[in-house]
């Protein structure tokens, strides 16, 4: 797989932005942002709406997705390309969900909203429509998600690659620091997991990494990118970003997204637990 099979850059979405077949679609942490300004014709997705199951933990499940994408005017066939701001982070996250209900056809819009502000390109606040689709979704694709049994038994035997920051990752913090310190009830990390924070995978305009650096990142941080491997964070949305570098970028097969990740974990009973970095 190569870069132009996952990664579209901003001169191509400029060049596409009318095109009927292809959906460039808005996903952020700030789920306001896209009502202040958004790109020519990009539709938008509400992570904490839109894919998650309004009663329990979970995503909605296939029919919810089908009825989702149908209602934003996706096609089976139709070209997703997605974006938000900080770095994709939860542009990466709709990716990773999207892949999950096996829609092939969706890419990243390298460097996001951030690479596409600082070359300052338009930005409009009309809000598109679309017609209405008969979208097909996939069942659940189970190779790239993980669940908690899955992460204890890969303590010493997998690769575990918490994404989250130094501070969460030893034990200081429950979240980023911007938000409440809250939803899960011991801090901490995953005993044998390595700590590489899911925003060394991008340049400082928000596109990412070279593939030989981000290669030497992973290797330089003891990973072997031979081994199975389980990427976590909070909630799966900066470890979805590194599932992305890992398995859409550079090709390592048998990489999951836990995305019950720390705010799960964290809160079970009786599992093992580490504080302290792991340097």
């Known amino acids: 797989m190569s870069r132009a099979d996952v990664l579209v850059d901003a001169d191509w979405v400029e060049a596409h932005i009318d095109d009927p077949q292809v959906a460039i679609v808005e996903v952020d942490e700030d789920t306001s942002a896209y009502e202040k300004n958004h790109i020519k014709n990009a539709i938008r997705i509400d992570w904490t709406k839109d894919l998650q199951d309004p009663v329990r933990r979970d995503f909605v499940d296939q029919a919810g997705f089908e009825k989702l994408l149908s209602e934003k005017g996706i096609a089976n066939d139709t070209l997703v390309v997605l974006y938000g701001g900080n770095n994709n982070w939860f542009a990466s996250y709709a990716y ?146 590194t599932w992305f570098v890992l398995h859409e970028l550079l090709g390592v097969e048998n990489v999951k997204n836990y995305d019950g990740s720390w705010t799960e974990y964290g809160s079970l009973v009786g599992v093992p637990i580490e504080l302290g970095s792991n340097k």
């Open 96 to 241: 990773w969900y999207f892949k999950l209900y096996g829609h092939e056809n969706v890419k990243l819009l390298d460097g996001g909203r951030k690479k596409w502000e600082l070359d300052s390109r338009d930005l409009t606040d009309v809000v598109p429509t679309r017609p209405a689709t008969a979208y097909v979704a996939k069942p659940q694709d189970a190779s790239i998600r993980a669940f908690r049994d899955d992460v204890v038994a890969a303590i010493g035997n997998q690769n575990i690659v918490d994404v989250r920051s130094p501070d969460e990752f030893s034990g200081k913090l429950l979240a980023p620091a911007h938000l409440p310190q809250e939803q899960s009830q011991r801090p901490g990390h995953v005993p044998s997991s390595r700590n590489i924070p899911w925003s060394k995978n991008a340049n400082d305009d928000g596109t990412f990494k070279s593939d030989e650096a981000l290669k030497a990142l992973y290797e330089d941080e003891q990973v072997d990118l031979s081994k199975d491997t389980i990427a976590l964070c909070r909630i799966g949305e900066r470890s979805a970003l």
